[in-house]
């Protein structure tokens, strides 16, 4: 359960599978826009997204979770985190 200075913020998510590198594009039309590497096979660009976006909230992999779309390229993705970098991801 997250602290009472926590939050959570609800991204829509366009993912790009069996790009050349994984990286997060920006935002286009209000849906984040990011690259994956890996292949749409077995969960592994699903992975590769968690890790991106992890790595681009600075956040842990464990509190980034997929909502809606697992087999879909447009993904809803839960990001649990503190306040402060709750207010940096919605800008």
């Known amino acids: 359960m997250p602290a ?3 939050a959570s913020v609800t991204i829509n998510v366009r993912v790009v599978p069996r ?10 039309d209000g849906v984040l826009r990011v690259r ?8 592994a ?7 991106v ?3 681009h909230f600075g ?12 087999t879909s390229k447009t ?8 306040q402060s970098v709750s207010k940096r991801i919605r800008q």
Do not use: F, T
């Open 36 to 43: 994956i590497a890996a292949p749409p096979v077995d969960g």
């Open 45 to 51: 660009a699903n992975e590769e997204l968690i890790r």
């Open 59 to 70: 956040v842990k992999k464990s509190l980034i979770k997929i909502v809606r779309g697992e």
């Open 4 to 6: 009472a200075e926590d």
């Open 75 to 82: 993904k809803v993705v839960k990001v649990v985190c503190e």
């Open 19 to 28: 790009a050349s590198r994984s990286e997060v594009v920006g935002m286009q």
């Open 53 to 55: 976006l992890a790595k």
